[in-house]
C-alpha cells in the first residue's frame, strides 16, 4: 500500500489535473467543435474572457461547478467522516447560495432542478430521479477520495448522486469512472483499469431504481477501447468524438468521451487537458474527468507550472491540504 505522504501527491496531482481541466474547458463550454477548430485550434492555454462564447463574465483560469461542488463535498465528507445522501444534499444547497452559481450560469440543469425541489421541502433521496446529465458523474472524485480502501466505493457513489442524479444512466457513468478512477490511484494497468470501469458501471445499473431506455456508457466504453488505438489524427479523432458519439450533458456522451481521450492520451495529462478543451460540448466537465484520470494513472502531471500557478491563484486553492485533509479523515484510498 503506498505511504500517506506518497498518496497525498498523488491526490494533490489530481486535484490539480482536474482543476486546470476545469478552467481550461470553461471558456470554451458549449461551442461547437467547428467554432473551436476554426477559432483556436488546439486550446493550449489559458483562454480570454473576451474569447469564450458562453463565460465571458468569468476571469481567465477560472473554475466552475465541476472543482467547487469537489471541493465543497470533499470538505464536508472529511469533517463528518462519511458520505452520505443528506450530507451531500445540504453541501449541495450551501455551494449554489455561497457561490451564487446560478448566476454565474454553470450549474447544470438536472441538479438545478433537484436542488430548488430539495430547497421547497422534497425528499433528497426523490429529488434526484430525473437527472440523467454528468453532474453526478463529475462529482465521483468526491466518492472515490472518501472511500477507504476501496470497501463500500458503489455505497458512497449512490449517497452521493441521489439528490440529484438518482438513475440509471447517471449512475453507470458514475460507477464507471469512479472505479477507474480508483484503480488508476492503486497503479492499476490500462486494461485492468477498463475492467473496473466496466464492473462499475454494472454495480451502477444494479443499484438504479429503474433502467431506463438510454446509450449505455458500457456500451460505448467497449466501443472506444477497438476505436482509439487506431486513431493517430488528433482532428479526426476529435471531430468523431463530437460528431457521432456526441459530447453533451448526458452522462454517456461525457463518459465515452473521458474515457476515448485517457485512451488516447495515456499518462500525458496536459495533451487530454487541450483535448478536452478542444474537443466542443460540456468541455469543461469532459477535460476535468479526463485530466484526473491520466494523473492517476502517471502518478503526476505535466501542466506546465505558469498554468497551475494561475488557476491555483486565481481561485484561492490549496489542494495540498486537501488531500492531506482526505488522508486524515478516510486513510489512503
Known amino acids: 500500500m503506498m505511504s500517506s505522504a506518497g498518496m497525498k501527491e498523488r491526490l494533490t496531482t489530481v486535484l490539480e489535473a482536474f482543476a486546470v481541466g476545469d478552467a481550461m474547458g470553461m471558456p470554451t463550454e458549449f461551442m461547437t467543435r467547428l467554432e473551436i477548430q476554426s477559432t483556436f485550434g488546439l486550446v493550449s492555454r489559458l483562454l480570454e474572457p473576451e474569447e469564450s462564447k458562453n463565460h465571458r463574465d468569468l476571469p481567465r483560469g477560472s473554475i466552475t461547478d465541476d472543482t467547487e461542488q469537489n471541493l465543497y463535498l470533499l470538505k464536508a465528507y472529511c469533517e463528518q467522516g462519511l458520505v452520505s445522501c443528506d450530507l451531500t444534499a445540504s453541501t449541495l444547497l450551501r455551494w449554489v447560495q455561497e457561490t451564487d452559481a446560478v448566476a454565474k450560469k454553470y450549474i447544470g440543469p438536472s441538479s438545478l432542478r433537484a436542488l430548488k425541489a430539495i430547497q421547497e ?23 472515490v477520495f472518501c472511500t477507504h480502501g476501496g470497501d463500500g466505493l458503489m455505497e458512497n457513489i449512490v449517497e452521493c448522486l441521489i439528490p ?44 438504479a431504481p429503474y433502467i431506463a431506455c438510454a446509450a449505455s456508457s458500457a456500451a460505448r466504453i467497449h466501443h472506444v477501447v477497438n476505436f482509439v488505438p487506431g486513431t493517430k489524427l488528433t482532428d479526426p479523432f476529435l471531430d468523431y468524438l463530437y460528431g457521432v458519439l456526441g459530447t453533451g450533458l448526458e452522462s454517456a456522451d461525457v463518459c465515452a468521451a473521458v474515457f476515448a481521450l485517457f485512451l488516447f492520451a495515456k499518462e500525458d495529462v496536459w495533451l487530454v487537458i487541450q483535448l478536452g478543451a478542444s474537443v466542443g460540448g460540456d468541455t469543461d466537465t469532459i477535460a476535468a474527468l479526463a485530466g484526473a484520470l491520466c494523473a492517476a494513472y502517471a502518478g503526476g502531471h505535466n501542466i506546465p507550472p505558469e498554468v497551475l500557478k494561475e488557476v491555483v491563484a486565481r481561485n484561492s ?8 485533509r482526505v488522508i486524515d479523515a478516510f486513510g489512503t484510498v
Open 164 to 207: 440529484t442524479h438518482y438513475t440509471s444512466q447517471a449512475l453507470e457513468a458514475a460507477g464507471a469512472y469512479a472505479f477507474a478512477l480508483r484503480a488508476a490511484l492503486e497503479g492499476c494497468s490500462i486494461e485492468e483499469i477498463l475492467q473496473q470501469a466496466l464492473l462499475g458501471a454494472q454495480q451502477g445499473m444494479d443499484r
Open 121 to 143: 421541502g422534497m425528499d433528497p433521496r426523490l429529488a434526484g430521479r430525473s437527472g440523467t446529465t454528468c453532474g453526478g458523474l463529475m462529482r465521483t472524485l468526491a466518492a
Open 317 to 324: 486553492l490549496d489542494l495540498p491540504a486537501v488531500a492531506a
